[in-house]
C-alpha cells in the first residue's frame, strides 16, 4: 500500500493550483492579445513567490517520502539476520519480519536510520543532533558488512593473475528460449501475453453458393509476474582501495554473476516444473542408442501433434547427460554419428536438435519441445550504490526485475527416466 502524507498532498495540490491560476492568466492575455496589465504582473509575481515557498517544503517531504518507500521495500524482503550480520531475504511466504526485527513499522525504521547518520535535529533549538549509537547498531542488521578481515588473500601479497572465480553465469536455459526478452517500460507487477486460444477454420464447401465453414478467433492472455532479484554488501573504502586487484571490481562482478544464477535457476526451474505438472512423460524403455532416440521420436511426434511445430531442443539435467553422452560418443548410427557431445561442454546436439544441459534441473529430467513455448522478460538494474561518509564506506547493490512463464505448455513433451544399460550390452559396441 502506498505512503499517505496529507501535508505533502497539501502542499502539491496548492502548487498546482498556482501553476494552473499562471497559465490561465497568460492565456486569457494571449487571447486577448495586450499586454499585462499591473494587477496581472503583481498576481503572477505572488504565485512565483508561493511556487517558490511551496518548493522549498515540498522537497525534503518528497526527499523523505522516498527514503522511507525505499526502505519499506527493503524491509519487507528482511526476514532476519544469520549469524555474521548478513539477511536472509525472503520471497514469499515464512514469519513476518515484524517478528524478526526490531522495527515494527518501515517508518520506525526511517527513523532510526536518520538518527543513526546525525540527521536529527533538537525540536527545542533546531540544532543538529549526533549519531545515536543505539540506532546506529540496529541499522547493522539491514547488509552484510564486507571488510579487509573478509578478503585476507587480497590484502598484503603479490597477486599475480586473476582472481579464480569457478561461478558459471552463462545462463544455458534462458539462452536456449531466445534470450532474456526487453521488460523495460512495462508497468504494473503484472502483465499480459496475448496468445491465439482458438483458431480460424478452413474446409469444404458443400455446394455452390453454400457458406463456407466459419470460426472466429479468440485472442486470450498469458500473464506474466515480475520477481525483483538482487544482492547488496556494505564495503569498507579501505577494502576498496588497499587490495590489490581492486575488491571493488571484484565484488561488482560476483554481485552480477549471482543475480545470472540466480534468475537462470529459478527460471529453468519453473520450466521444469512446469513441463511435469501438464505433460504425461514418454517411457524411455532402453539407455541405449535405439532406446534413447524411440523415445526422442516419440516425444517429438506429441510435441507436433499438440502444437503443429516441431521441436527444436532438447532440454537435460546433468546426470542424464552423464548417461546419454556415452551413448553418442561411443555408438554410431549407420555411417552417421547420433550427435555429438563433450564432458568439456553442456553445448551438443542429439539427432541434429541442440541439445541443452541446465544444472539446476532435477534428476532425471529430460524434456523434448520448442523454444518458443517458454518466455523470459528482464530489465536489469544494475549497479546502485550509496556513500556512507561517517562511516568511510560504500553500500552497494545489484538486482533487477524478471518474468517468465509458458505460453504454450503444448510446445514441451517430458520424457520418463533414462535407465543405465552396461556398455557390453548396448547395440553395435564392440568387444
Known sequence: MPNVNPVLDRLRADRERQITFVDETLSRVEVDGRDLVDAEVANLAAARQRIGELDDQISPLEEFEALRD???????????????????????????PSDRLPWGTPGAFVVDYIAARGYMTDPRSGARLPANPDAARRIEFALANQTTADTPGLLPHLIVGGVVNLIDA????????????PMGGIPGKTFGRPKITQHTTAGLQTAEKTELPTRKMVI???????LTKGGAV???????DWTSPAAWDILIRDLADSYAIDTENEA????????????????????DLEGISAALYAAAGKVYASSKKLPDRIWMSVDVWGKVGPVIDLQLASTHSAGDSSFASFAGNLFGTS?????????????????????????VIGLLT?????????????????????????????????????LASRSGSKS
Request: net charge negative.
Open 234 to 240: 556494505d564495503v569498507s573504502r579501505q577494502d576498496i
Open 355 to 379: 541439445r541443452v544441459v541446465v544444472p539446476s534441473f532435477p534428476p532425471d529430467t529430460l524434456i523434448v519441445g520448442n523454444s518458443n513455448a517458454f518466455e523470459v522478460y528482464e530489465e
Open 386 to 422: 550509496a556513500v556512507e561518509p561517517s562511516l568511510l564506506g560504500v553500500e552497494v547493490a545489484y538486482g533487477g526485475y524478471i518474468a517468465f512463464g509458458y505460453v504454450a505448455t503444448e510446445g514441451v513433451a517430458p520424457l520418463g527416466p533414462v535407465p543405465v544399460t552396461p
Open 70 to 96: 525505499t526502505h519499506a521495500a527493503t524491509r519487507s524482503g528482511i526476514v532476519g539476520p544469520r549469524p555474521g550480520g548478513s539477511v536472509i531475504v525472503q520471497n514469499g511466504g515464512g514469519p513476518s
Open 268 to 287: 529453468a526451474d519453473a520450466f521444469a516444473a512446469g513441463s511435469a505438472a501438464v505433460n504425461a512423460a514418454t517411457p524411455v524403455a532402453t539407455g
Open 220 to 226: 486470450g492472455e498469458v500473464t506474466f509476474t515480475k
Open 170 to 181: 552463462s545462463r544455458p536455459f534462458i539462452g536456449s528460449v531466445g534470450g532474456a526478452r
